[in-house]
Protein backbone atom coordinates (compact mmCIF):
# COMPACT_ATOMS: atom_id res chain seq x y z
CA UNK A 1 0.00 0.00 0.00
CA UNK A 2 1.42 3.62 -0.79
CA UNK A 3 0.83 7.05 0.65
CA UNK A 4 -1.81 7.60 -2.05
CA UNK A 5 -4.28 4.70 -0.69
CA UNK A 6 -7.00 5.82 2.03
CA UNK A 7 -7.15 5.71 5.67
CA UNK A 8 -9.02 5.33 8.86
CA UNK A 9 -6.14 6.54 10.96
CA UNK A 10 -7.49 9.37 13.42
CA UNK A 11 -4.27 11.46 13.81
CA UNK A 12 -0.96 11.57 12.67
CA UNK A 13 2.52 12.88 14.24
CA UNK A 14 1.34 16.21 14.41
CA UNK A 15 -2.07 16.16 15.81
CA UNK A 16 -5.37 15.04 15.29
CA UNK A 17 -6.22 14.53 11.52
CA UNK A 18 -6.69 11.80 8.84
CA UNK A 19 -4.75 13.75 6.61
CA UNK A 20 -0.81 14.48 6.52
CA UNK A 21 1.36 16.40 4.25
CA UNK A 22 2.97 14.81 1.16
CA UNK A 23 5.05 15.78 -1.60
CA UNK A 24 3.14 14.21 -4.77
CA UNK A 25 3.76 14.38 -8.58
CA UNK A 26 0.40 15.48 -10.03
CA UNK A 27 1.69 15.09 -13.25
CA UNK A 28 4.96 14.24 -15.15
CA UNK A 29 7.48 16.79 -16.64
CA UNK A 30 10.03 19.14 -14.68
CA UNK A 31 11.18 19.40 -11.05
CA UNK A 32 8.25 22.38 -10.84
CA UNK A 33 5.84 19.89 -11.16
CA UNK A 34 6.36 18.30 -7.54
CA UNK A 35 3.11 19.99 -5.19
CA UNK A 36 2.79 19.91 -1.10
CA UNK A 37 -0.49 18.46 -0.74
CA UNK A 38 -2.27 17.29 2.06
CA UNK A 39 -3.44 13.38 1.14
CA UNK A 40 -4.98 10.63 3.24
CA UNK A 41 -2.79 8.80 5.95
CA UNK A 42 -2.23 5.58 5.06
CA UNK A 43 -2.28 2.32 7.22
CA UNK A 44 -0.39 -0.82 7.24
CA UNK A 45 -1.91 -4.38 5.89
CA UNK A 46 -1.09 -7.51 6.68
CA UNK A 47 3.31 -8.26 7.18
CA UNK A 48 3.24 -4.07 6.95
CA UNK A 49 4.46 -1.30 9.19
CA UNK A 50 3.74 2.44 9.42
CA UNK A 51 6.45 4.84 10.09
CA UNK A 52 6.48 8.55 11.05
CA UNK A 53 8.74 9.98 8.64
CA UNK A 54 11.88 12.26 9.91
CA UNK A 55 13.43 11.86 6.79
CA UNK A 56 13.50 11.08 3.16
CA UNK A 57 16.13 10.31 1.12
CA UNK A 58 16.15 12.19 -2.23
CA UNK A 59 17.64 9.85 -5.36
CA UNK A 60 18.05 9.86 -9.04
CA UNK A 61 15.27 7.04 -8.87
CA UNK A 62 12.51 9.83 -7.71
CA UNK A 63 13.42 11.90 -10.73
CA UNK A 64 13.02 9.05 -13.01
CA UNK A 65 9.26 8.96 -11.70
CA UNK A 66 8.83 12.10 -12.12
CA UNK A 67 10.01 12.47 -15.95
CA UNK A 68 7.49 9.35 -16.79
CA UNK A 69 10.03 6.81 -16.90
CA UNK A 70 8.90 4.62 -14.88
CA UNK A 71 4.83 4.04 -15.26
CA UNK A 72 3.42 5.19 -11.97
CA UNK A 73 -0.72 6.43 -11.06
CA UNK A 74 -0.57 9.85 -10.40
CA UNK A 75 -0.86 11.64 -8.11
CA UNK A 76 1.85 9.67 -6.62
CA UNK A 77 4.50 10.50 -3.65
CA UNK A 78 7.81 9.46 -4.51
CA UNK A 79 10.28 8.33 -1.87
CA UNK A 80 11.94 4.79 -1.83
CA UNK A 81 14.20 5.56 1.49
CA UNK A 82 13.03 6.80 5.32
CA UNK A 83 14.34 6.91 8.94
CA UNK A 84 11.79 8.13 11.32
CA UNK A 85 9.49 6.00 14.11
CA UNK A 86 7.33 3.27 13.77
CA UNK A 87 3.58 4.57 14.21
CA UNK A 88 1.92 1.09 13.75
CA UNK A 89 2.42 -2.86 12.79
CA UNK A 90 0.55 -4.58 10.57
CA UNK A 91 -1.09 -8.01 10.79
CA UNK A 92 1.96 -10.67 11.60
CA UNK A 93 4.38 -8.35 12.57
CA UNK A 94 6.57 -9.78 15.26
CA UNK A 95 10.00 -8.47 15.25
CA UNK A 96 9.23 -4.79 15.10
CA UNK A 97 7.03 -2.44 17.75
CA UNK A 98 5.77 0.61 18.19
CA UNK A 99 8.06 3.61 18.58
CA UNK A 100 11.10 1.91 17.95
CA UNK A 101 13.19 4.22 15.84
CA UNK A 102 14.27 2.47 12.17
CA UNK A 103 15.60 2.66 8.52
CA UNK A 104 13.42 1.69 6.20
CA UNK A 105 13.63 0.70 2.13
CA UNK A 106 9.76 2.41 0.59
CA UNK A 107 10.93 1.64 -3.11
CA UNK A 108 8.65 -0.74 -3.56
CA UNK A 109 5.26 1.39 -3.88
CA UNK A 110 7.16 4.65 -3.15
CA UNK A 111 5.36 7.12 -0.82
CA UNK A 112 8.76 8.68 1.58
CA UNK A 113 7.92 12.23 0.43
CA UNK A 114 5.57 12.13 3.54
CA UNK A 115 4.82 12.39 6.97
CA UNK A 116 3.96 8.94 7.30
CA UNK A 117 4.76 5.95 4.88
CA UNK A 118 4.20 2.15 4.72
CA UNK A 119 6.26 -0.29 3.78
CA UNK A 120 7.23 -3.88 3.72
CA UNK A 121 8.34 -5.61 7.35
CA UNK A 122 11.02 -6.96 6.09
CA UNK A 123 12.53 -3.68 4.24
CA UNK A 124 12.36 -2.33 7.92
CA UNK A 125 15.96 -2.63 9.75
CA UNK A 126 16.21 -0.97 13.79
CA UNK A 127 17.77 1.49 14.93
CA UNK A 128 17.83 0.44 18.53
CA UNK A 129 21.58 0.89 20.26
CA UNK A 130 23.69 1.35 17.14
CA UNK A 131 23.63 5.06 17.67
CA UNK A 132 23.02 6.59 14.05
CA UNK A 133 21.16 9.38 13.73
CA UNK A 134 17.82 9.74 11.77
CA UNK A 135 19.18 11.79 8.98
CA UNK A 136 22.47 9.58 8.75
CA UNK A 137 19.47 6.68 8.70
CA UNK A 138 17.92 7.75 6.31
CA UNK A 139 20.67 7.96 3.21
CA UNK A 140 21.93 4.45 3.52
CA UNK A 141 19.28 2.18 2.73
CA UNK A 142 19.28 2.94 -1.35
CA UNK A 143 22.24 3.38 -1.85
CA UNK A 144 24.43 1.51 1.13
CA UNK A 145 22.05 -1.73 0.27
CA UNK A 146 22.76 -1.28 -3.39
CA UNK A 147 26.35 -1.35 -3.00
CA UNK A 148 26.02 -5.12 -1.27
CA UNK A 149 23.63 -6.55 -3.24
CA UNK A 150 25.31 -5.19 -6.67
CA UNK A 151 29.01 -6.49 -5.34
CA UNK A 152 28.11 -9.47 -3.60
CA UNK A 153 25.02 -11.27 -4.96
CA UNK A 154 25.11 -9.91 -8.64
CA UNK A 155 29.01 -9.16 -9.36
CA UNK A 156 29.95 -12.21 -6.89
CA UNK A 157 33.13 -10.32 -5.72
CA UNK A 158 35.81 -12.42 -4.90
CA UNK A 159 38.76 -11.50 -2.62
CA UNK A 160 41.73 -9.43 -4.56
CA UNK A 161 39.45 -8.45 -7.35
CA UNK A 162 40.05 -5.17 -9.18
CA UNK A 163 36.87 -3.01 -9.30
CA UNK A 164 36.27 -0.10 -11.52
CA UNK A 165 32.92 1.97 -10.72
CA UNK A 166 31.42 5.03 -12.56
CA UNK A 167 29.93 7.95 -11.16
CA UNK A 168 32.06 7.85 -7.92
CA UNK A 169 31.52 10.50 -6.38
CA UNK A 170 27.70 10.24 -6.23
CA UNK A 171 25.06 8.31 -3.97
CA UNK A 172 25.69 4.88 -5.12
CA UNK A 173 29.37 5.90 -6.59
CA UNK A 174 30.52 6.85 -2.89
CA UNK A 175 29.01 3.70 -1.25
CA UNK A 176 29.82 0.91 -4.19
CA UNK A 177 33.96 2.09 -3.25
CA UNK A 178 33.89 1.67 -0.17
CA UNK A 179 31.75 -1.43 0.13
CA UNK A 180 34.19 -2.97 -2.67
CA UNK A 181 36.99 -2.33 0.25
CA UNK A 182 34.78 -4.22 3.02
CA UNK A 183 34.18 -7.40 0.89
CA UNK A 184 37.71 -7.89 -0.24
CA UNK A 185 38.90 -5.86 -3.15
CA UNK A 186 42.40 -5.56 -4.10
CA UNK A 187 42.34 -2.72 -6.27
CA UNK A 188 38.97 0.00 -6.93
CA UNK A 189 39.05 2.63 -9.20
CA UNK A 190 36.47 5.11 -9.47
CA UNK A 191 35.81 7.59 -12.60
CA UNK A 192 33.83 11.38 -12.55
CA UNK A 193 32.69 13.24 -15.00
CA UNK A 194 34.54 16.53 -13.98
CA UNK A 195 37.79 16.97 -12.28
CA UNK A 196 36.10 19.08 -9.34
CA UNK A 197 34.65 15.88 -7.99
CA UNK A 198 37.87 13.54 -8.03
CA UNK A 199 39.25 14.91 -4.87
CA UNK A 200 35.38 14.47 -3.13
CA UNK A 201 35.54 10.68 -4.35
CA UNK A 202 38.94 10.14 -3.41
CA UNK A 203 37.57 9.78 0.22
CA UNK A 204 35.42 7.40 -0.28
CA UNK A 205 37.23 4.33 -0.76
CA UNK A 206 39.11 4.46 -3.83
CA UNK A 207 42.71 3.86 -5.18
CA UNK A 208 42.61 5.90 -7.89
CA UNK A 209 39.98 8.25 -9.06
CA UNK A 210 39.87 9.15 -12.72
CA UNK A 211 38.02 11.07 -15.60
CA UNK A 212 35.52 8.85 -17.13
CA UNK A 213 37.28 9.60 -20.91
CA UNK A 214 40.68 7.96 -19.10
CA UNK A 215 39.14 4.91 -18.62
CA UNK A 216 40.71 3.14 -22.04
CA UNK A 217 44.31 3.39 -19.84
CA UNK A 218 42.86 2.21 -16.91
CA UNK A 219 43.83 -1.69 -17.41
CA UNK A 220 41.94 -4.64 -16.67
CA UNK A 221 38.69 -5.10 -14.40
CA UNK A 222 37.25 -7.67 -12.82
CA UNK A 223 34.24 -5.84 -12.04
CA UNK A 224 32.41 -2.78 -13.46
CA UNK A 225 30.03 -1.27 -11.93
CA UNK A 226 28.04 1.31 -14.74
CA UNK A 227 25.52 3.01 -13.90
CA UNK A 228 26.37 5.99 -16.53
CA UNK A 229 24.99 4.60 -19.90
CA UNK A 230 26.28 5.64 -23.51
CA UNK A 231 29.76 5.68 -24.53
CA UNK A 232 31.22 4.82 -20.61
CA UNK A 233 29.02 1.42 -21.19
CA UNK A 234 31.18 0.38 -24.36
CA UNK A 235 34.24 1.67 -23.53
CA UNK A 236 33.36 -0.50 -19.84
CA UNK A 237 32.95 -4.08 -21.59
CA UNK A 238 36.51 -3.62 -23.10
CA UNK A 239 38.07 -2.69 -19.59
CA UNK A 240 36.51 -6.13 -18.74
CA UNK A 241 39.04 -9.17 -18.33
CA UNK A 242 37.85 -12.40 -18.78
CA UNK A 243 35.95 -13.97 -16.70
CA UNK A 244 35.03 -10.10 -15.60
CA UNK A 245 31.82 -9.20 -15.10
CA UNK A 246 30.05 -5.73 -15.51
CA UNK A 247 26.61 -4.64 -13.77
CA UNK A 248 24.59 -2.09 -15.78
CA UNK A 249 22.19 -0.84 -12.92
CA UNK A 250 21.50 2.83 -14.30
CA UNK A 251 21.75 5.70 -17.26
CA UNK A 252 22.50 8.59 -16.14
CA UNK A 253 23.95 10.43 -18.75
CA UNK A 254 20.50 10.05 -20.46
CA UNK A 255 22.19 8.03 -23.93
CA UNK A 256 20.42 6.02 -25.74
CA UNK A 257 20.64 2.38 -25.26
CA UNK A 258 23.57 0.38 -25.68
CA UNK A 259 23.78 -2.16 -27.88
CA UNK A 260 25.77 -5.40 -26.26
CA UNK A 261 26.93 -8.43 -28.90
CA UNK A 262 25.90 -11.95 -27.36
CA UNK A 263 28.45 -13.39 -29.62
CA UNK A 264 30.83 -10.88 -28.18
CA UNK A 265 30.67 -12.25 -24.65
CA UNK A 266 30.66 -16.01 -25.89
CA UNK A 267 33.88 -15.48 -27.34
CA UNK A 268 35.76 -13.53 -24.60
CA UNK A 269 33.89 -15.04 -21.67
CA UNK A 270 32.89 -11.79 -20.21
CA UNK A 271 29.16 -11.50 -17.94
CA UNK A 272 26.73 -8.71 -18.38
CA UNK A 273 24.18 -8.41 -15.97
CA UNK A 274 21.21 -6.24 -14.68
CA UNK A 275 20.17 -4.28 -10.89
CA UNK A 276 17.59 -2.92 -10.21
CA UNK A 277 16.68 -2.00 -6.53
CA UNK A 278 12.78 -2.01 -7.09
CA UNK A 279 12.32 -5.27 -8.85
CA UNK A 280 15.03 -7.19 -6.16
CA UNK A 281 13.02 -5.91 -3.01
CA UNK A 282 9.38 -6.60 -4.45
CA UNK A 283 11.01 -10.26 -5.41
CA UNK A 284 13.28 -10.81 -2.57
CA UNK A 285 12.40 -8.32 0.50
CA UNK A 286 14.23 -10.24 3.18
CA UNK A 287 17.69 -10.53 1.29
CA UNK A 288 17.10 -6.89 0.44
CA UNK A 289 16.41 -6.21 4.62
CA UNK A 290 19.47 -8.35 5.21
CA UNK A 291 21.70 -6.11 3.02
CA UNK A 292 20.29 -3.15 4.59
CA UNK A 293 20.62 -4.28 7.62
CA UNK A 294 24.88 -5.55 6.98
CA UNK A 295 24.47 -1.34 5.83
CA UNK A 296 23.15 -0.07 9.19
CA UNK A 297 25.85 -2.10 10.78
CA UNK A 298 28.77 -0.57 8.60
CA UNK A 299 27.84 2.50 9.19
CA UNK A 300 27.47 2.10 13.12
CA UNK A 301 30.77 0.79 12.96
CA UNK A 302 32.46 3.65 11.23
CA UNK A 303 33.27 1.62 8.38
CA UNK A 304 30.86 2.96 5.68
CA UNK A 305 31.03 6.82 5.62
CA UNK A 306 27.81 8.82 4.27
CA UNK A 307 28.31 12.59 2.89
CA UNK A 308 24.51 13.77 3.45
CA UNK A 309 23.25 17.20 2.88
CA UNK A 310 19.56 17.75 3.99
CA UNK A 311 17.00 20.19 2.95
CA UNK A 312 13.41 20.76 3.93
CA UNK A 313 10.64 18.64 2.60
CA UNK A 314 8.83 21.71 0.86
CA UNK A 315 12.79 22.19 -1.26
CA UNK A 316 11.73 18.74 -3.06
CA UNK A 317 11.77 19.92 -6.37
CA UNK A 318 15.06 22.20 -5.89
CA UNK A 319 16.99 18.22 -4.72
CA UNK A 320 15.77 17.16 -7.87
CA UNK A 321 17.46 20.19 -9.60
CA UNK A 322 20.91 19.28 -7.73
CA UNK A 323 20.64 15.86 -8.61
CA UNK A 324 19.78 16.19 -12.45
CA UNK A 325 22.37 19.09 -12.55
CA UNK A 326 25.03 16.41 -11.83
CA UNK A 327 26.91 18.50 -9.62
CA UNK A 328 25.64 16.94 -6.38
CA UNK A 329 28.36 14.71 -4.46
CA UNK A 330 27.33 12.33 -1.82
CA UNK A 331 23.84 12.26 -0.71
CA UNK A 332 20.87 14.27 -0.19
CA UNK A 333 17.96 13.90 2.34
CA UNK A 334 14.64 15.70 2.90
CA UNK A 335 13.58 16.75 6.19
CA UNK A 336 9.97 15.58 7.09
CA UNK A 337 9.77 16.10 10.90
CA UNK A 338 11.41 16.40 14.44
CA UNK A 339 10.57 13.18 16.47
Not at 63 to 70: C, D
Request: hydrophobic share 45%.
Amino acid sequence: MNSNSNSNSNSNSNGNSTQMKAVAIPEFGGAQVLRVEQMPIPEPGPGQVAIDVAYAGANFAEVLYRRGVVDVPLPFVPGIEVSGRIRALGEGVADLRIGQMVAALTIVDGGGYAEVVVTSADLVVSLDGLGIGLELAAALPSNSTTAFLVLDRVARIQPGDRVLVHAAAGGVGSQLGQAARLLGAGRVVGTVGSEAKIETAKGFGYDEVILRDQIAEAGEFDIVVDMVGGPSRTASLDRLAPMGRMVVMGNASGAEDVTLSANHLWFTNKTVSGFNLAAFCAAFPQDAGSALRRAVQAAAQGTLRVQVQALPLEQAAEAHRRIESGQTTGKLALTVATL
